[in-house]
Nanobody
Framework: QVQLVESGGGFVQAGGSLRLSCAASGRTFTRYNMGWFRQAPGKEREFVAAISRSGGSTYYADSVKGRFTISRDNAKNTVYLQMNSLKPEDTAVYYC?????????????????WGQGTQVTVSS
């Protein structure tokens, strides 16, 4: 079992920045590829970014490429999502997730553990 707790969400104006954190506990953090997903009201949960176990490979949705950066600190069992140049369409609940698959994947069924989510609201 892995427990994931997100933090860092909030309210920000368009063009602003936020940094989300996800602290993991339980099984060895480096066993898992990590991902960030988001879900806006009335929409399906969608992939945002993912990072490999070592942190050497990262993947992004086209909608956030160049604005968001995923990183991880394996010594602190924490994964981060730095979000810059935020837009109103980034408004959603953001979820951290852990995946034990060999390759880094970007679909929700391939992630085994999920956090409770943190709300990000971007005003225009």
């Amino acid at each position: 079992q892995v427990q994931l707790v997100e933090s860092g969400g909030g309210f920000v104006q368009a063009g602003g920045s936020l940094r989300l954190s996800c602290a993991a506990s339980g099984r060895t953090f480096t066993r898992y590829n990590m991902g960030w997903f988001r879900q806006a009201p009335g929409k399906e949960r969608e992939f945002v970014a993912a990072i490999s176990r070592s942190g050497g490979s990262t993947y992004y949705a086209d909608s956030v490429k160049g604005r968001f950066t995923i990183s991880r600190d394996n010594a602190k069992n924490t994964v981060y999502l730095q979000m810059n140049s935020l837009k109103p369409e980034d408004t959603a609940v953001y979820y951290c997730a852990a995946s034990s698959t060999i390759r880094v994947l970007t679909t929700t069924p391939t992630y085994d553990y999920w956090g409770q989510g943190t709300q990000v609201t971007v005003s225009s």
